[in-house]
């Protein structure tokens, strides 16, 4: 064993960066990360967030958003012509102030939680939910599409 690396090791100045966990936010979230995954088990408790997401992620997302989008389009479409009506709220509220403002709030609010989603990818209750998200909304687009046949 060389006595000089040993010293050095032993003498650092800077903290050990993974005696710490991964902050939510840092300067890799968005580019350069490294991390895709936790590799140990012990760590699965402690360090939840990465800075690499997979395809699937991705594709979960993606399909989220246009699905989003696809039920905001059928909404109003239904509403224009008088089968149905918003029943959110806080969605009829803007949709008081026209389609426009409707449809971007609309995006914002689902690209607002997507973005939350992602950050929290590795915890057991939003890797349930990803799913269970996508398969309400192809219910209710597809409930949608079933109101324009009647």
């Given at each position: 064993?060389?006595?000089?690396?040993?010293?050095?090791?032993?003498?650092?100045?800077?903290?050990?960066?993974r005696?710490?966990?991964?902050?939510?936010?840092?300067?890799?979230?968005?580019?350069?990360?490294?991390?895709?995954?936790?590799?140990?088990?012990?760590?699965?408790?402690?360090?939840?967030?990465?800075?690499?997401?997979?395809?699937?992620?991705?594709?979960?997302?993606?399909?989220?958003?246009?699905?989003?989008?696809?039920?905001?389009?059928?909404?109003?479409?239904?509403?224009g012509?008088?089968?149905?009506?918003?029943?959110?709220?806080?969605m009829?509220?803007?949709?008081?102030?026209?389609?426009?403002?409707?449809?971007?709030?609309?995006?914002?609010?689902?690209?607002?939680?997507?973005?939350?989603?992602?950050?929290?990818?590795?915890v057991?209750?939003?890797?349930?939910?990803?799913?269970?998200?996508i398969k309400?909304?192809?219910?209710?687009?597809?409930?949608?599409?079933?109101?324009?046949?009647?």
């Amino acid at each position: 064993m060389n006595t000089d690396n040993y010293s050095q090791e032993n003498n650092r100045t800077i903290s050990d960066r993974r005696k710490r966990p991964t902050p939510i936010m840092s300067k890799y979230t968005f580019y350069g990360g490294q991390r895709k995954t936790v590799r140990r088990g012990q760590d699965k408790k402690e360090h939840i967030y990465v800075d690499l997401y997979s395809a699937r992620l991705l594709i979960a997302v993606t399909s989220l958003l246009l699905l989003s989008c696809l039920d905001a389009f059928l909404t109003l479409e239904l509403i224009g012509k008088g089968y149905a009506v918003e029943a959110n709220p806080i969605m009829a509220y803007f949709l008081d102030y026209g389609t426009t403002p409707f449809a971007a709030v609309k995006f914002f609010i689902t690209s607002f939680c997507l973005t939350i989603l992602c950050l929290f990818k590795n915890v057991k209750i939003t890797r349930l939910s990803l799913p269970f998200a996508i398969k309400m909304y192809l219910i209710v687009v597809l409930y949608e599409f079933y109101l324009f046949m009647i």
